[in-house]
């Protein structure tokens, strides 16, 4: 399954907010679609579909990357959900997003791609890169990549930096110092109910 390109209000107005795929807000309250008001209630799949499917449109990934992601999880000591979120929020589109130096995590990952993102003074062009303690994001140093992200900077996609995450707005640095802490991930989302989603495939 690809990665989703279509109208993002529409899946905002489904699974509620996803700060890391836009930055509105749905107006209507309700699901789109005829029936979207006269909601029936839901079995306990769609309610942990639904859960995987705020994570997958939140960080932007295709089936098979979470998927990829949820075993990865299952292999490390600890909560499989706890890490899970920990592997998504460390990735390197997510950290240039949580830094403020994108609006969202798609025009992070667009940065990502087109080598405006430095990690350790090298140029890193893969958003999937994890993130580690102690490394040095950085803004490129030259004209076209700060020109970008002075823009980025004055709309912020989330007001507060993570305490994981230190950074300089006149240098445009940012530095990894820790893993994230599951408080100050911005999504609401049982990831419980995502690991019991992928428990048969996992």
């Avoid at 979470?66 to 292999?75: H, Q, W």
Wanted: with cysteine.
């Amino acid at each position: 399954m690809s990665r989703y390109r279509g109208p993002r209000l529409r899946i905002v107005r489904r699974l509620g907010d996803l700060p890391g795929l836009t930055r509105k807000s749905a107006r209507r309250a309700y699901p789109p679609g005829m029936h979207g008001q006269n909601r029936k209630k839901r079995s306990e799949y769609a309610i942990r579909l639904e859960e995987k499917q705020k994570l997958r449109f939140n960080y932007g990934l295709t089936e098979k990357q979470l998927l990829r992601y949820v075993r990865k999880a299952r292999r490390v000591t600890g909560s499989t959900g706890q890490v899970l979120l920990q592997l998504l929020e460390m990735r390197l589109d997510n950290t240039v997003f949580r830094l403020g130096i994108a609006p969202t995590i798609p025009a992070a990952r667009q940065l990502v791609n087109h080598g405006h993102v430095t990690v350790n003074g090298r140029v890193v062009n893969i958003a999937s890169y994890q993130c580690r303690p102690g490394e040095v994001i950085a803004v490129r140093d030259r004209a076209q990549s700060r020109k970008l992200v002075e823009a980025n900077l004055q709309y912020p996609g989330l007001a507060n930096l993570p305490s994981h995450l230190e950074f300089d707005k006149n240098k445009l640095v940012g530095k990894v110092n820790s893993v994230i802490e599951r408080e100050w991930v911005a999504l609401q989302v049982n990831e419980l109910l995502v690991v019991e989603y992928y428990s048969r495939q996992a």
